[in-house]
């Protein structure tokens, strides 16, 4: 697979970014590249500067060949804000027992954790539980493929950003274009 990091898990975390923020991507730079210990043939790392509609802005670094410790699989987040910062991560994919994080740290205080809801079904069961609750009502599911295309254009943008050098801008209607 060509950009094996964008297109297989960066597009992933591409939704996850357009979801907290509920923004769209307006733009995205993006270097990708291999390291010499690297098993893949394409570039298994990548860092990025994203621009969003509504102004955020997000540095994004992903690697499948760090030789650093191993993160969850759905990443680790910072997120600051005016009052302060945000931080989660998710359970780790190699020890079950851990679980989601949340921390807020408002400006010049200690960082607490935030008691996150139970949920009733996680990961894959919660997904066909969605999908199941929006066939018998007949309505969309929360993740819809149509809505995945504007992180698809995402990860493809920032494919084109890589392979070229240059900043891509993004339509502002990718399901049309």
Not at 36 to 41: K, V
Request: aromatic share 6%; with cysteine; charged share 25%.
């Amino acid at each position: 697979m060509p950009q094996p990091l964008l297109l297989d898990m960066a597009i992933h975390h591409f939704d996850l970014m357009r979801h907290v923020l509920g923004e769209e991507p307006v733009a995205i730079d993006c270097h990708a590249w291999n390291p010499p210990w690297s098993p893949y043939r394409d570039p298994a790392c990548a860092l990025a500067t994203i621009e969003f509609d509504g102004g955020a802005v997000v540095s994004y670094r992903g690697s499948w060949v760090s030789p650093g410790p191993r993160t969850a699989w759905a990443g680790e987040w910072r997120m600051e804000c005016e009052g302060g910062e945000i931080a989660w991560t998710s359970r780790s994919d190699l020890k079950a027992q851990s679980a989601d994080r949340v921390s807020v740290r408002p400006l010049g205080e200690e960082a607490r954790e935030v008691q996150l809801p139970a949920v009733a079904h996680e990961d894959r069961a919660g997904a066909l539980a969605e999908f199941a609750k929006a066939v018998r009502s007949g309505r969309e599911p929360q993740s819809s493929g149509r809505e995945n295309l504007r992180s698809l254009a995402l990860a493809f943008a920032a494919v084109a950003a890589a392979s070229t050098g240059a900043r891509v801008e993004l339509p502002s209607d990718p399901v049309a274009s």
